[in-house]
């Protein structure tokens, strides 16, 4: 289906359900229960997964399939962010110009980021985009101020030209939108104590990312991917054969780019606003730990990773001594306060420190990230049922012996 085999194609359909029916997954506990903070299905959250899914899919397409690791990454992040703002202060409020922009202009700049970092490999690769993302953001910052509008960021006003769309209504910023449908559109269902919120932007979002992740699926399956795989294992051995690679590692890099320029595209589309911080190296950081945490090189692995560390990042930082007073409070008096000493600096403000260590629980005991996890659990399941399945046959053809003998 789709040009995809039965495997690829039940893993689509997953990240389908998963996607469009993220309201009710993600929002397991009533909205009154104290386990409500867990809840993570409020439209900024759910188009933070999806957004930095795309950036982390992306990603993975050089990293996972080619093996270069670009710590520089966040730089087309943070250039198609501005791409997306100038569209929408120039032309229309309208997402998909700004969308497209954005991948144009991150593409263009992969093709000069990628066409000077690929003269060299390995640890000399990784530093050199590490210095463009830095110089990168340094312009942004301070040099180029007239563009990107430095530390305050690029914003929208009120005297913006908008050549096919308007620059006021009631005096306020018109709201981005897709055809007339504004992304900060909601509808809230409830049911008994649980409430449901169905976010326009969300699910843009949501759309863009089936189709980046079939896009994705396609590229791992094809020659060129195979070729990319082939790069990993041994690119020497590969020249050696007289094939070039470096084509296909620049053409991976480009692609690579285009999806962060589409996820800077629908960041600027769910939110208007563009900033040099963007580009930091933490951003690329980041971006490499989600691709490694969920599973380099396997097509839903980047995905997880990023909502994992998203779900950190949004819910356990948000965890305070209040809360963990309300969890605590059955307790007596003196162990409520110990447990609280011991808890407290591995969420809130030290929900780095807990991701830290899963982090390294994850790369020492599942060096393929969260994926080989799953695997592991799949592989267990089909053991124990083969195993069941043994049995049951071991058992029956000692009864159909025993009849045969009377």
Known sequence: MLGLNKKDTTLLFIVVFMTLFAPFILNPFPVGSQLAQFNAGYPDLMQRFVIFGIFAIGFNILFGLTGYLSF??????????????????????NVIPAILMSMVVAGLFSVLVGYICLRRSGIYFSILTLAFAQMSFSLAYSVLTPITNGETGLQLGLNDPRILGVSQVEGSIPPANLFGIAMRDSYELTLGGWAFTFNAGYYLCAVVM???????????????????KAVKSNQQRMNYTGLNSKPYT??????????????????VAMDPLAGAERMQWTASGEVVLMTILGGAGTLFGPVLG?????YFENIFSKINENVLHQWFAALPDSIENVLIAVVYPFIGKGWHLTLGIMFMLVVIFLPGGIMEGIQRLVNLFKRRRTTDDERAGGSSALANNAKAAE
């Open 306 to 310: 990023a909502g994992f560390i998203k």
């Open 210 to 228: 089936i189709v980046a992740f079939y896009a994705a699926i396609r590229i791992f399956r094809s020659p060129f991917g195979l070729m990319l």
């Open 250 to 267: 620049f053409a991976a890099f480009v692609i690579s780019g285009v999806y962060a320029g589409l996820a800077g595209g629908l960041m």
């Open 72 to 93: 520089g990454h966040a730089a087309f992040l943070g250039v198609g962010s501005y791409a997306g703002v100038w569209m929408m202060k120039l032309l229309s409020m």
